[in-house]
């Protein structure tokens, strides 16, 4: 399923700290954009917003997309997780570049070692668009 909508360009900068609505009559601009909606196994709807239209991306191409961001997502977490490659422990120059390719080369290594058990994405399965499903 797919419906176009538009988002609103906030007023000047937020603060990180507030999460104070603001009015949309101070909105800067708007952003025409699409809402694609994907079924899980359990009937679930998982909504996913996009600025590409439909002449660039179908609803199950953008759905796949969002899959591949999901792999890649997941990859981050484990390597800051297990790598500690959040918290360099120098942010100077050579120190701080040997660290990180290091952190790297074993994360490399790790990754090929490591069989993978299957599909890690929010559907662990072939996707299908919402009005397949209905």
Do not use: N
């Amino acid at each position: 399923m797919d419906f176009g909508i538009i988002i609103p360009i906030p007023h000047g900068q937020r603060s990180k700290t507030s999460h104070k609505p603001w009015p949309l009559k101070k909105a800067i601009a708007w952003i025409p954009a699409r809402a694609v909606a994907g079924r899980t196994r359990t009937g679930e709807v998982i909504w996913v917003v996009t600025t590409l239209d439909c002449t660039q991306a179908s609803a199950l191409q953008i759905l796949e997309l969002y899959r591949v961001r999901w792999q890649i997502e997941l990859l981050f977490k484990r390597l800051k997780s297990l790598l500690h490659l959040d918290a360099l422990p120098s942010r100077q120059g050579p120190t701080a570049k040997s660290w990180m390719l290091a952190r790297l080369l074993a994360a490399s290594l790790a990754q090929k070692l490591v069989t993978p058990a299957g599909p890690l994405s929010p559907w662990g399965y072939e996707l299908q668009p919402v009005w397949l499903h209905s």
